[in-house]
Each structure stands twice: as structure tokens, then as C-alpha cells.
């Protein structure tokens, strides 16, 4: 049985990206007088750079009409993630980001059977809380034995750090958590940090795969379209499916 479910928060709890932070970031543009907008099509690419404020200064580097000097793009970078942040929270609570199908029958799972949960991300922390507040109520943080943001782990994924940290916090064997994780970056923190994954694909990671991951799917609100097979029993991913294939996986790594 797997002691502790951890997971990423966007693109997997919520599809945070295309529907929150990308519309606040144009909005924060707007209220700063930023002279460049995203598209869709391009926050997607933007995003193989984690983190907004890292995300906002690489991309400078190709905007003309960016600062020239460094001190000033940094600068730009902190006011614009500040405000970004704020219209990012009032977007969370006016009911514009709801939780992905199945995420918060699975938490509930992990309640009753006494599976410990983690958040394990590299955004900022006000942007969980936003999130979680809105959906799971002010007590939220009881939920979960571990949150570890941006301001706990500065180093971004793909870099393990985040993931050591909740184990640590945890007092867990990576073997004895699941990771539940969207994106290519966040499947390989993960798995340097020896956490088995489960992928659930979102908006902008569609074909997020990994040969050594637990299984990938579509929705943890469906059993079809995943690999290895679930069992449609419940009609989603629950905690006894992804026990399964944890045993599943530890058996064939034993043989
Ligand atoms: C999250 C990120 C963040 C968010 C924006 O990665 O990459 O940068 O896009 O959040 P993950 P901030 O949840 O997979 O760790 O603006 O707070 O950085």
C-alpha cells in the first residue's frame, strides 16, 4: 500500500495555466502598460520554463520592446508577478478555475483510508492557497502532511528539490509515495527523486509519457484511455487502482 499521494498543483489539480495564470498575466500586462500580450499558443511554449517570474524574464529576451537593462527587466518581472498573482487569486475565487474531474474524489479516498497527501510544486505559495482555499475550505492545510511551494524548494522542477523536501517532511522512502504530475519537467523531478509517477495529461501537456511511469492517462475523472488498462469499476482512477498498480510495478521490478 502506498503511504502518501503528492501532488503537482497546476495543470493537475486545476488547469491553472491556460484558464488562470495566462489570463493574469495578460491582465497584469494591461494594468502596467506592459506593451506585449500571450496567446495561448504562446504561454504553451513559454511554459518548457517553470516558474512565472523566470518564465516573464525569458521571455523578455526576445520582446523589443522589453528594458535593455537587466536591473530594470528585473524589476519589470516583480511587479508584473506580483500583480499577476493578485488577478490570479480573484479568477480562483470567482469560481474560474474548478478541480479537475476525479482529483477531489481521490482526495477523499486518501481521507478515509489514512493515505497522507502532499502538495509538491513550484509555484508560489499564495497561488495554492488561493486554489485549495476556494475548493477544499479555509481549513485546507489539514489535508495535507506536506506543502511545499516555491518559497520551500527555489529550485524549480525538473530539479528534484521539491520532491526531497516533502519527502523529508513525510519521513518516507520515495518507493513508499505516488506523484501525481501533468508535465514532462514534473514527471523527471519526480523520478529523480525516486517517486513512482502517475502522468494525467492536461490542456497543455497532452503526451506527457515516460517509460518508467506508473501509468498515463487522461483524466483521473475516467478509466479508459490509460496504460496499463483501469479497471472501470468506479468510472474513475481510484486509491485501490493506483494501489494496484503500484504493486503491479513493484512486482515486475522484482522479477
Ligand atoms: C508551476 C509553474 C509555475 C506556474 C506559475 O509548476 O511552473 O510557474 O506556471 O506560478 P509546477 P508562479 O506546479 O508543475 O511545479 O507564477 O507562482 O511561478
Redesign the pocket.
Known amino acids: 500500500m502506498i503511504r502518501a499521494v503528492l501532488w ?5 489539480l486545476a488547469e ?2 491556460r484558464d488562470g ?1 495566462l489570463v493574469a498575466f495578460n491582465q497584469a500586462f494591461e494594468a502596467l502598460k506592459v506593451p506585449w500580450r500571450w496567446s495561448e499558443t504562446r504561454y504553451g511554449e513559454l ?1 518548457a ?7 516573464l524574464l525569458h521571455d523578455m529576451q526576445s520582446q523589443e520592446r522589453a528594458p535593455a537593462d537587466p536591473r530594470e527587466r528585473r524589476s519589470l518581472a516583480e511587479r508584473v ?1 506580483r500583480l ?2 493578485e488577478y ?1 487569486a480573484r479568477i480562483v475565487a470567482g469560481g474560474g478555475l474548478p478541480l479537475r474531474d476525479g482529483v477531489r474524489e481521490l482526495m477523499l479516498d486518501c481521507g478515509r483510508a489514512g493515505c497522507r497527501m502532499g502538495i ?5 505559495r ?2 495554492v492557497e488561493a486554489l485549495l482555499e476556494t475548493h477544499l475550505g479555509q481549513g485546507w492545510e489539514s489535508a495535507f502532511a506536506a506543502v511545499v ?2 518559497e520551500g524548494a527555489p529550485i ?2 525538473p530539479d528534484p528539490q ?1 520532491y526531497r523536501v516533502a519527502l523529508d517532511t513525510l519521513r518516507l522512502a520515495s518507493q513508499e509515495a505516488v506523484a501525481m ?3 514532462p ?2 514527471v523527471a ?1 519526480a523520478q529523480a527523486a525516486g517517486v513512482p509517477v502517475i502522468i494525467t495529461r492536461s490542456y497543455y501537456f497532452p503526451a506527457t509519457e515516460s517509460a518508467d511511469a506508473l501509468a498515463a492517462g487522461p483524466s483521473l475523472g475516467r478509466t479508459d484511455g490509460w496504460r496499463p488498462t483501469a479497471d472501470a469499476g468506479s468510472g474513475r482512477i481510484d486509491l485501490k487502482q493506483i494501489n494496484r498498480w503500484h504493486t503491479q510495478s513493484a512486482w515486475t521490478q522484482s522479477q
Do not use: F, I, M, Q
Open positions: 503537482d498543483v497546476d495543470g493537475t491553472t495555466e495564470h511554459l520554463v517553470a516558474g512565472g517570474r523566470e518564465r508577478h499577476k498573482n490570479y509538491v510544486t513550484t509555484t508560489s499564495s497561488n511551494c516555491a524549480k522542477k521539491a504530475e501533468d508535465a519537467a514534473g523531478a
